[in-house]
C-alpha cells in the first residue's frame, strides 16, 4: 500500500510490579485515519485488488466499525468505490448521529444495512452473489479484513528487534491480528490473544492461519462481550492514560490491558519478564461509545484523540 506508514514508537509504560517490564508498540499511530492492525489487514488486500483490476472493495461491518472507517479512507486514497454491508438495517436513519458511519460516507463509501439475521448469511455464496447482481463486480474483504493477506500484513508487526520479549500479547477480534504475530515469533516467545468476544470459537479460526502452537487465549477479559464495556474499564482507561499518556479504546485494547495489568498481579508472568503489548488501534470508536456511555448517564473516556 503506498499510503505513507509513520514511525511506529514503542515505549514502556508503569508496569504493576518492578520484576515485570510491560512496552506498548504504538501502531495506532501508523496512520491518522488507517491506523494499527487495520493497516496491516488492508496492505496486502488493496495490492491484491489492483492486480486483479478491481474498482470496488465490499466488506462489512458493524455501526462503530474500525474496519469500515479504514476501508473507506484507504479506498479513498487508493481510488476505489467502496461498499459497506453494515449490520443494523435500524442504522439506515441514523448515519448523521454515527460518527464512524458519517466518516465513511464522507470517504465516500456506499452502505448496504441488513437486519442482524441477513448480516450472519454473509458469508455464504448466494448472499455474495446477490451482492455482486446488486453492485457488480469487486473486490471482497471479510468482516474485520481477516484472510491470508490480512496475516501477512500483520507478520510484519514484529521485527528481529523484538526477540528480546518473552510475551507478546494482542486484542482478538477476527483472529487475523493474532495469526500474523504467531507466525512471526521466535520459539523462546509466547503470543497471549485478549478476545473482545465471548466464548472460545476463535481458536479453531486461528488455527486456520497460525503456524505454530506458542499462544494461547485468555478468555476472562471480555467485560460481558463484544462491544460491552463497565465503569471499572472506564475508569480504568481514563487513568492509564492519564499515568501513561497512552490512549486505549474501549472494545479492544482497553480489556487487553486490563487484562495484562490484572495478570501480573496475580503473577502469572514468570519473574524477570518483559512483555510486549500491541496496540491495534481503534480509537476512532471512542466517540461513538461516548455517546452510547452519556445516554446511559455513565462515566464516559476522557481521552483527546
Not at 9 to 19: A, C, G, H, M, R
Amino acid at each position: 500500500m503506498s499510503i505513507v506508514l509513520q514511525d511506529i514508537l514503542t515505549q514502556e509504560i508503569l508496569s504493576p510490579k518492578d520484576n515485570i517490564s510491560v512496552f506498548i508498540r504504538r501502531e495506532d499511530l501508523i496512520h491518522p485515519f488507517i491506523s494499527g492492525n487495520k493497516f496491516r489487514k488492508l496492505k496486502y488486500n488493496l495490492l491484491q485488488a489492483k492486480a486483479e483490476n478491481q474498482n470496488s472493495l465490499l466488506t462489512f461491518g458493524g455501526a462503530f466499525s474500525n474496519h469500515i472507517a479504514a476501508a473507506a479512507y484507504a479506498g479513498k486514497e487508493q481510488g476505489f468505490k467502496t461498499i459497506g454491508i453494515i449490520r443494523g438495517d435500524e442504522l439506515e436513519s441514523k448515519i448523521s448521529e454515527n460518527p464512524t458511519l458519517k466518516f465513511a460516507q464522507e470517504c465516500g463509501m456506499q452502505f448496504k444495512f441488513v437486519t442482524r439475521e441477513d448480516y450472519r448469511q454473509k458469508t455464504e455464496d448466494y448472499f455474495i452473489e446477490n451482492l455482486k447482481h446488486e453492485f457488480g463486480d469487486f473486490y471482497l474483504v471479510p468482516e474485520g479484513g481477516t484472510n491470508t493477506f490480512a496475516v501477512q500484513g500483520c507478520e510484519e508487526i514484529l521485527s528481529k528487534a523484538d526477540s528480546q520479549y518473552d510475551f507478546v500479547c494482542s486484542a482478538v477480534g477476527t483472529g487475523g491480528t493474532i495469526s500474523g504475530l504467531i507466525n512471526s515469533i521466535l520459539p523462546h516467545q509466547k503470543v497471549l490473544g485478549f478476545p473482545a468476544l465471548k466464548g472460545d470459537f476463535l481458536n479453531d479460526e486461528i488455527r486456520k492461519f497460525a503456524h505454530n502452537e506458542h499462544w494461547e487465549l485468555i478468555l476472562e477479559y471480555h467485560f460481558g462481550g463484544y462491544g460491552k464495556v463497565n465503569p471499572e474499564l472506564i475508569a480504568f482507561i481514563n487513568q492509564f492514560y492519564k499515568v501513561n499518556q497512552v490512549p486505549l479504546d474501549p472494545i479492544y485494547t482497553g480489556k487487553l490491558v486490563f487484562g495484562v495489568m490484572d495478570l501480573i498481579e496475580k503473577n502469572y508472568f514468570p519473574e524477570n519478564s518483559k512483555i510486549l503489548l500491541i496496540h491495534t488501534g481503534g480509537l476512532q470508536g471512542i466517540a461513538g461509545m461516548n455517546i452510547k456511555l452519556k445516554n446511559k448517564h455513565l462515566p464516559t473516556i476522557e481521552i483527546d484523540v
